[in-house]
C-alpha cells in the first residue's frame, strides 16, 4: 500500500495525503510550493493546508515572506491518531451499550466461500472476551492459531476439542485440549467456534465444498455449545470408566442408548470416542 492510500484509511482524503506527504518530504512550504510539488490545484490547496493545521497533521508559521506549512512527523502523527481513534471507540462504546436489538428474529448468515468464513472465524475469536469453545480439525487448527493464541494471552478461557485426536501434539490448538475421535465422516470436517455462549461460526468442509454459517441466534448457539460439551462429557466419562461403564446401566438404559446409535450401538460409539475398550 502507498502512503497516501494508508492515509486516506486513516481519515485523510486523497488531497490531504497528498500534501501531508508533500511537507514531511520538504520540511516546509508555502502554498505555491504545496500545489507544484503534490498536484493539487492551487485553488484548493490552501484549504487543504489549513485542514491539515486543524486536524493537528501540520503547523502553519509565519514569516516574512507569508505563511509556510510544517508536517507534524509521521511517528507524532500516529499516536495523535491513535489516541484519537481510542477516545472515539471509547465514545463509541459507551453510546451503543444502551442500544438493544429489535423484536425482529436473529438472523442466521450463510458465508458464501472459505475466504469469508475465515474471516468471520477471525472476527468472532477476536471480539471473544470471557470463553471459547472450540471442536475443530487440524487444517482449520493451524490457519486460526495464531488469533486463538492471541485470545488465550489476553485472558480467554479457550476449551478445544480435537476431532481428530491427533496422536501426537500439532502445537495449533489452544486452551485446554481434550482429543477424542469424533470426526463426522471420511473426507469430511467440521469446524464449530462459540464464542461467550453468545455468536457461533459453524462450517463443514466436504471435497472441495464448504457450508458455513454465523448466527448469535441463542437457540443455534446453544445447541452447538451443548454438543461440545456433551461429547467432552461422554468422552471423558468413557475413557475414566472404561470396561465398568457396562456394569453401571441397566439392560434397559442401554436398549434405549443402543436406539440413539443404530449404526453400531452406544458402547461401540464411545469405544470410537474414547479409545477405551468398552463390552
Not at 507524532?76 to 489516541?83: A, D, I, P, S, T
Not at 482429543?179 to 467456534?193: A, D, E, K, S
Request: net charge negative; charged share 20%.
Amino acid at each position: 500500500m502507498d502512503i497516501p492510500s494508508a492515509l486516506q484509511n486513516l481519515g485523510f482524503s486523497d488531497y490531504e495525503a497528498r500534501a501531508y506527504v508533500s511537507l514531511v518530504r520538504a520540511g516546509s512550504l508555502n502554498g505555491y510550493e504545496t500545489a507544484k510539488d503534490s498536484g493539487i490545484p492551487r485553488a484548493n490547496v490552501y484549504a487543504v493546508l489549513e485542514r491539515l493545521v486543524e486536524r493537528g497533521a501540520a503547523r502553519r508559521l509565519k514569516t516574512r515572506g507569508g505563511a509556510r506549512y510544517a508536517a507534524l512527523p509521521p511517528d507524532q502523527l500516529l499516536q495523535r491518531l491513535e489516541k484519537e481513534q481510542l477516545r472515539n471507540l471509547g465514545a463509541a462504546r459507551e453510546a451503543l451499550q444502551g442500544l438493544s436489538r429489535s423484536g425482529e428474529d436473529t438472523p442466521v448468515f450463510n458465508l458464501q466461500d472459505q475466504d469469508e468464513l475465515h474471516e468471520q472465524a477471525r472476527a468472532l475469536i477476536d471480539s471473544s472476551q470471557q470463553s471459547l469453545l472450540v471442536a475443530i480439525q487440524p487444517p482449520e487448527a493451524a490457519l486460526l492459531a495464531p488469533v486463538l493464541r492471541n485470545a488465550r494471552e489476553r485472558g480467554v478461557t479457550i476449551t478445544t476439542l480435537c476431532m481428530q485426536a491427533c496422536a501426537t501434539e500439532c502445537g495449533s490448538c489452544q486452551g485446554e485440549i481434550h482429543r477424542y475421535c469424533l470426526t463426522p465422516g471420511q473426507h469430511i470436517r467440521w469446524l464449530l467456534l462459540v464464542a461467550d455462549n453468545r455468536q457461533l461460526v459453524a462450517a463443514e468442509f466436504r471435497a472441495g465444498d464448504t457450508r458455513a454459517l454465523f448466527t448469535e441466534q441463542p437457540l443455534v448457539v446453544a445447541l452447538a455449545a451443548a454438543y461440545i460439551r456433551q461429547s467432552l462429557a461422554l468422552a471423558t466419562l468413557a475413557g475414566e470408566l472404561g470396561e465398568e461403564f457396562h456394569g453401571l446401566i441397566s439392560e434397559y438404559a442401554r436398549q434405549v442408548l443402543d436406539a440413539l446409535h443404530p449404526e453400531g450401538g452406544f458402547f461401540a460409539h464411545l469405544k470410537s470416542m474414547s479409545g477405551t475398550t468398552i463390552s
